[in-house]
T-cell receptor, first 111, second 113 residues
Framework: SQQGEEDPQALSIQEGENATMNCSYK?????LQWYRQNSGRGLVHLIL?????REKHSGRLRVTLDTSKKSSSLLITASRAADTASYFC???????????FGAGTRLAVHP | DSGVTQTPKHLITATGQRVTLRCSPR?????VYWYQQSLDQGLQFLIQ???????AKGNILERFSAQQFPDLHSELNLSSLELGDSALYFC????????????FGPGTRLTVT
């Protein structure tokens, strides 16, 4: 079963707008990661937030983590057409051996 | 480019056949992970190796097996293939099992006809 569940499943916005994706997970975590996947290609690591952090920034990305609600959000500001991709949250299970991925959010940014 | 290489990029084969997918980890990484991405199951962890030894197993079918060789490359063997095995198979690597980040290869797209 999947650890993380993303919401929404799909998101369509215009260039310049912000995109927010949410992720919920089931068990306690040490950290939560966000990955990006361009159509049918490999996954690219975007950002990692540790369980003792509430917010983290990386360029146009902002990630928040609420361990009490077992949820995280990824905000992409001033989106670009090149941000079109699927975004997955992932957490470790089994002692840092297995990455468990959510179902992903498909983001489409229109010029 | 993550530094992880996978071959082949695409594979088309018939039901009942056997295939081998190959992965070379990033230079210096000792741990290799295999994942399957399908439309109905999403991204699922299959198996992990560290320095030649199996470390963790996920939802890997008995028809599937893997190994990591002394030069640290890994192979995933899929046998008695079924239509439902059609998927993207990813390999990832990390320096050691406790690493925060895994580096993913471009994947092998397997189509079973």
């Amino acid at each position: 079963s999947q650890q993380g569940e993303e919401d929404p499943q799909a998101l369509s916005i215009q260039e310049g707008e912000n995109a927010t994706m949410n992720c919920s997970y089931k068990t306690s975590i040490n950290n939560l990661q966000w990955y990006r996947q361009n159509s049918g290609r490999g996954l690219v690591h975007l950002i990692l937030i540790r369980s003792n952090e509430r917010e983290k920034h990386s360029g146009r990305l902002r990630v928040t983590l609420d361990t009490s609600k077992k949820s995280s959000s990824l905000l992409i500001t001033a989106s670009r057409a090149a941000d079109t991709a699927s975004y997955f949250c992932a957490t470790f299970s089994g002692g840092y051996n297995k990455l468990i991925f959510g179902a992903g959010t498909r983001l489409a940014v229109h010029p | 480019d993550s530094g992880v290489t996978q071959t082949p990029k695409h594979l088309i084969t018939a039901t009942g056949q056997r295939v081998t997918l190959r992965c070379s980890p990033r230079s210096g990484d000792l741990s290799v992970y295999w994942y399957q991405q399908s439309l109905d199951q999403g991204l699922q962890f299959l198996i992990q190796y560290y320095n030649g030894e199996e470390r963790a197993k996920g939802n890997i079918l008995e028809r599937f097996s893997a190994q990591q060789f002394p030069d640290l490359h890994s192979e995933l063997n899929l046998s008695s293939l079924e239509l439902g095995d059609s998927a993207l198979y990813f390999c990832a690597s990390s320096p050691y099992p406790g690493s925060d980040e895994q580096y993913f290869g471009p994947g092998t797209r397997l189509t079973v006809t």
